[in-house]
């Protein structure tokens, strides 16, 4: 069983940055690989960001392309997501996850453990 607890959400004006962080629980975390999904008001949740077991493979949707970034430091059982150039449209609620496969994927089916979520919201 892993538990995954986000962090770093708030308010933030549309360029500017937030760090969301993702830490995880159990001594398995390094071989799961980690996902960042989000969830805008009356949309169906959507992929964001993915890294492999090791770091070595990240996946990242078109819309975050050169703005987001994932990290993980597995000494510290956590993942980072580092946003930049924040637009109104990324206001969200932001939830990282965890796949046992270890290997990044876009699909929120292969991932078997969720956190309970942050929210960001980005002023225009």
């Known amino acids: 069983q892993v538990q995954l607890v986000e962090s770093g959400g708030g308010l933030v004006q549309a360029g500017g940055s937030l760090r969301l962080s993702c830490a995880a629980s159990?001594?398995?975390?390094?071989?799961?690989?980690m996902g960042w999904f989000r969830q805008a008001p009356g949309k169906e949740r959507e992929f964001v960001t993915s890294?492999?077991?090791?770091?070595?493979?990240?996946s990242i949707a078109d819309s975050v392309k050169g703005r987001f970034t994932i990290s993980r430091d597995n000494a510290k059982n956590t993942v980072y997501l580092q946003m930049n150039s924040l637009k109104p449209e990324d206001t969200a609620v932001y939830y990282c996850?965890?796949?046992?496969?270890?290997?990044?994927?876009?699909?929120?089916?292969?991932?078997?453990?969720w956190g309970q979520g942050t929210q960001v919201t980005v002023s225009s």
């Open positions: 996850a965890a796949n046992r496969d270890g290997w990044a994927s876009q699909l929120e089916n292969r991932y078997d453990y």
């Open positions: 159990g001594r398995t975390f390094s071989s799961y690989a």
């Open positions: 890294i492999s077991w090791n770091g070595g493979t990240t």
